[in-house]
């Protein structure tokens, strides 16, 4: 799906879906009257999406069902801590430190930079 989460389109995993962004309140405030129609009638007469045409349009909605569910940090990490991460390993290694290169996919070190950006007063950032 997002390169992140990768979702089989069964009737089991529509219906999981549906499930948690009901909970989340994000079913109705995201999706339009037609696509929360779509995912519906999938859900009751595919047990498993074997249409490219239906795959496409199913993928979509769930592609806007999985951004709006991703947490503040997770987008925050993706949009601007990866890029954080580059730039230190690349300073890193232009001083010496070869296994810098690692830092850029340490996911708890790309964490802490995007917890200290959101936390760093505006006056500080460049």
Request: glycine share 6%.
């Amino acid at each position: 799906m997002t390169g992140q989460a990768r979702i089989s389109l069964t009737r089991n995993e529509l219906t999981k879906m549906r499930s948690k962004a009901i909970r989340r309140g994000i079913w109705f405030k995201v999706l339009s009257g037609a696509e929360r129609a779509y995912m519906g009638l999938a859900i009751r007469v595919v047990e498993r999406v074997r249409s490219l045409l239906l795959a496409k349009v199913l993928t979509s909605i769930l592609k806007k069902l999985l951004s709006a569910m991703e947490s503040r940090v997770a987008r925050i990490m993706r949009e601007i801590g990866h890029s954080l991460a580059q730039k230190l390993s690349r300073i890193a290694q232009k001083w010496g430190n070869k296994p810098a290169i690692q830092w850029t996919d340490n996911h708890g070190f790309i964490q802490y930079l995007t917890v200290n950006h959101i936390n760093t007063p505006a006056a500080f950032k460049v």
